[in-house]
């Protein structure tokens, strides 16, 4: 048993990938430079609504990226991501 990967880097990769398969949970950085996350988000959204998806951050980034925290089950830090990897990929999100 094990977990697929997918890596994405544009809405349009996203589409494609969700079209193929509906994922378990996603994982977003959100402090990529020149990210669309408005265009992320909205294909994510018309495409599989119902996938949790953890936003990571930086402690120093937290108040410019607020502003899409709500489109996201959850956000962390990126140490805490580092800290609590393990168990989101093996128990998921609500664990």
């Known amino acids: 048993m094990g977990t697929n990967l997918i890596f994405v880097r544009t809405p349009e ?3 494609a990938e969700l079209a193929r398969q509906a994922p378990e949970l996603a ?3 959100l402090t990529t430079p020149g990210w669309d996350y408005g265009a992320f988000f909205d294909a994510f959204d018309a ?3 119902a996938v949790p ?3 990571f951050t930086t402690h120093a980034l937290a108040r410019q990226t607020q502003p899409l925290h709500h489109r996201c089950s959850r956000v962390v830090t990126k140490e805490t991501l580092t800290l609590e990897l393990p168990r ?3 128990q998921g ?3």
Do not use: K, Q, T, Y
Request: hydrophobic share 60%.
């Open 13 to 15: 990769d996203l589409e």
């Open 27 to 29: 994982i977003v950085d």
């Open 47 to 49: 495409v599989r609504p």
């Open 53 to 55: 998806i953890l936003g």
């Open 88 to 90: 989101i990929l093996s």
């Open 93 to 95: 999100l609500a664990a």
